[in-house]
């Protein structure tokens, strides 16, 4: 199992969503944020000096949250997205670092792939139907996402240059029926590989999706909820949320040793983790 690097998440253990870090060299915790409102879904920089997370902070009665960025400290809070924007959240960044990905409401109360810029500005929608769930490649050249058409969530991609560009990576009909949702879509680090939620009405399960010959490898396959899939920074390792204990916890899947073990084990409600 890899044990090294850093972990940001978000937990409930003080009765609210807040955002913390585990230090997996160091086995220690550390608090970024503390306070009355939900802050959730942090995402790394690919430098690690700063994290994108979403927030209700600045208040909003219909409960809209925001982008927002800080240091990798908790210090330096800012606001990315305008105050218009509906956020839904979901960040991922170029890998470059200069632009974030992410989900939002549009002008036609739909669920939008959007871009923006870390300096605010460039603000543009790269999706024309109900999609989330954004994955940049590490090339910088594709993001991945869950898109609805036809009654079902699946797997598309799109190129980061050219959104007219929109290919269909996992169908449902590729797994076990057409009315089942797939979900989550998360590149490996030499994007080899797509990690990625397979959902029906027993349980959620991972899979992964090889990119040379398309095909469909069940990897958790029990009959526990699986969500939220992301990779460790060097590719042998799955991070993944799981129900299995009867509250949703974080747990390491290793692709070599085909074994699972938990992350932390408390007795908060863990809902998004992201690894560097």
Request: charged share 20%; net charge negative.
């Amino acid at each position: 199992m890899t044990s090294e690097g850093e972990i940001a998440y978000q937990s409930d253990r003080d009765g609210d969503f807040e955002i913390y870090i585990l230090d997996r060299n160091a086995g220690i915790t550390r608090q970024l944020t503390d306070n009355e409102f939900q802050d959730e879904q942090p995402n790394w920089s690919p430098d690690g000096r700063t994290i994108c997370f979403v927030s209700d902070r600045d208040g909003a009665e219909d409960g809209t949250y925001g982008l927002y960025l800080m240091s990798s400290d908790g210090s330096s809070v800012q606001r990315l997205s305008p105050d218009n924007l509906r956020v839904i959240g979901f960040p991922s960044w170029s890998p470059d670092g200069q632009k974030i990905a992410f989900s939002a409401l549009d002008d036609n109360n739909l669920n939008a792939i959007y871009v923006i810029n870390v300096d605010g500005s460039n603000l543009h929608s790269l999706s024309e139907f109900n999609a989330l769930w954004p994955s940049w490649s590490s090339d910088g050249i594709q993001i991945a996402f869950q898109g609805f058409t036809d009654g079902v969530w699946n797997i598309y991609s799109v190129d980061a240059g050219d959104t007219e560009n929109i290919n269909k990576l996992v169908d449902s009909d590729d797994i076990r029926s057409a009315s089942t949702n797939q979900s989550h879509p998360s590149w490996s680090p030499d994007n080899n590989y797509l990690v990625f939620v397979s959902e029906h009405t027993q349980s959620s399960n991972i899979y992964l999706m090889d990119m040379a010959n398309q095909s469909i490898i069940p990897i958790i396959t029990d009959e526990s909820e699986e969500k939220r899939p992301n990779w460790s920074p060097d590719g042998t390792s799955i991070l993944f949320l799981s129900d299995r204990t009867g509250i949703y916890s974080l747990y390491e899947y290793s692709l070599d040793q085909d074994e699972i073990q938990p992350v932390i084990e408390d007795n908060s409600k863990i809902w998004f983790a992201d690894w560097r």
